[in-house]
């Protein structure tokens, strides 16, 4: 049963990969480049800063710093080092196959670091600024799919990689509002 599902993984990567053009290869480029989103992240600490105030802003923040911590730390430590599943592009059976824009990256891909990542900041502040902006969830969420979709246009992840990264992610962001939740109680 596994076997399956690790050919039908790699199935749906060849498939979604080889769905590429001179155009999107720049494009993705762009958009899977970590440092590419700063101005994006500045741009949400500005709204959270001015819809929330100082004290809560500084609380959210401190939050999110943790939580991408967490994301990045635990999707390398307790799934790629533990998993040690190979990135497509160091699998030697379909290598030829991979159409890849930036290079391959590390030798494990399972979970990705970017999908955890980008899901984890867009449902945590999705929470937090919904009551301000009522589709903001939606918008962050079509966002971290794009960012987590260009992981397997690059060549460097398995759909299960991004299914499980955006899992974990969304899993972390749940418990660190939980914890934003009780110490707001505490310390506002």
């Avoid at 599902?5 to 199935?11: G, P």
């Avoid at 001179?22 to 741009?43: A, E, K, L, N, S």
């Avoid at 299960?160 to 310390?187: C, M, N, P, Q, T």
Wanted: aromatic residues 18%; contains cysteine; positive net charge.
């Amino acid at each position: 049963m596994l076997e399956y599902l690790e050919n039908l993984d790699q199935q749906l990567f060849l498939f979604l990969n080889q769905i590429n053009s001179p155009f999107f290869d720049d494009v993705m480029r762009w958009i899977t480049h970590r440092f590419t989103w700063i101005p994006f992240y500045i741009f949400l600490a500005y709204i959270t800063y001015i819809k929330t105030g100082v004290k809560h802003f500084l609380l959210i923040l401190a939050s999110a710093a943790l939580l991408v911590t967490l994301s990045d730390q635990f999707s390398v430590h307790l799934f790629k080092n533990i998993f040690q599943r190979y990135r497509p592009c160091h699998n030697t059976f379909i290598q030829a196959q991979i159409h890849l824009i930036n290079g391959c990256g590390g030798l494990y891909g399972f979970v990705s670091s970017h999908a955890s990542n980008t899901f984890a900041i867009a449902v945590f502040m999705g929470m937090m600024l919904k009551s301000f902006y009522p589709r903001i969830l939606v918008l962050l969420l079509i966002w971290a799919a794009l960012v987590s979709y260009s992981r397997i246009y690059a060549g460097v992840h398995y759909p299960a990689d991004i299914l499980f990264g955006a899992i974990l992610g969304i899993i972390l962001a749940f418990i660190v509002l939980k914890v934003y939740s009780l110490l707001e109680k505490r310390v506002l």
